[in-house]
C-alpha cells in the first residue's frame, strides 16, 4: 500500500504514467483538488455513494475478465464468475446506503478477503482488461475499507481509479487526447456529485452510471 493507501498488486508493465510527465501531473492534483474539495463538503454516506458510482462506472470490465479466463482456459478461485460475484457486493453497497444499514465489521472483513484473493495480479497477465478488471476490484474494496474507517482518501481513490483506467485506455492510442478524455470524465463526477447533493435517488444514479461507463462507445 502506497503513501496515498493505494492497494497495488503489479504496477502497469512497461506503460508509462500520464501523472510522469509533470504539467500533466500538475492537471491532474488540479481535479483531484477539486474532487477532494467537493468531497469534503458531503456527509460520509454521500461520499460513499459517489465512491460506489465511480466504481458501477468500470465494474463492466470484470466480465471481460471472466471472458478472458475462459478463453484462455485459466481457472477461477472461485465456481462464481468474478463478474458476478462483484456485482453482487456493489449491489449490497448500494442497498446499505439506501436503506442507511450498517455493515458489520465481520462481513467488512470476509468481503475485502474475498477481493484481495480475486484481484488479479498484472505480473501474471499481460492483458489491459486485467488491469482494468484490478482498478474494478481494487475500487470495490475501497468501498468496504471506507465504511470500516471513514477515511476520505478511500473514496477518493475511487475517482483515481476511473481515471488511471481512461489512462491506460488511451494512453497509447490517443495520447494527445487524454486531456480531453480525462476533463470528460471529471465533468461526469462532478455531475454525480451534483445528483447526490439534490438527492436524486439511487436508480436515477445508476441509471446515469451505465449511461456514462467508461468506453461505452456507441
Do not use: W
Amino acid at each position: 500500500m502506497n503513501e496515498k493507501g493505494v492497494k497495488s498488486k503489479t504496477p502497469h508493465s512497461g506503460k508509462k504514467s500520464r501523472k510522469d510527465v509533470t504539467q500533466e501531473g500538475a492537471n491532474m492534483e488540479k481535479y483531484e483538488e477539486k474532487v477532494k474539495k467537493e468531497l469534503d463538503n458531503l456527509t460520509n454516506t454521500q461520499r460513499l455513494l459517489f465512491g460506489a458510482c465511480c466504481i458501477d462506472r468500470i465494474l463492466h470490465f470484470i466480465e471481460d475478465f471472466d471472458k478472458f479466463l475462459e478463453e484462455n482456459h485459466i481457472k477461477r478461485v472461485t465456481k462464481e464468475p468474478y463478474f458476478s460475484l462483484c456485482t453482487e457486493l456493489l449491489d449490497r453497497m448500494f442497498l446499505y446506503i439506501s436503506i442507511n444499514k450498517e455493515i458489520s465489521p465481520d462481513k467488512i472483513k470476509k468481503t475485502l478477503n474475498i477481493l484481495n484473493e480475486i484481484i488479479p495480479d498484472t505480473e501474471d497477465f499481460s492483458d489491459n482488461v486485467v488491469i482494468f478488471t484490478q482498478n474494478s476490484m481494487i475500487g470495490l474494496s475501497y468501498l468496504y475499507d471506507f465504511v470500516n474507517n471513514n477515511e476520505l482518501i478511500f473514496i477518493i481513490n475511487c475517482s483515481d481509479k476511473v481515471i488511471e483506467t481512461i489512462d491506460i485506455m488511451y494512453h497509447e492510442t490517443d495520447f494527445e487526447q487524454l486531456d480531453m478524455y480525462y476533463e470528460e470524465d471529471y465533468k461526469i463526477q462532478f455531475n454525480c456529485i451534483e445528483m447526490i447533493k439534490t438527492r436524486k435517488d439511487i436508480t436515477k444514479l445508476r441509471k446515469y452510471n451505465q449511461l456514462t461507463r467508461v468506453n461505452n462507445k456507441p
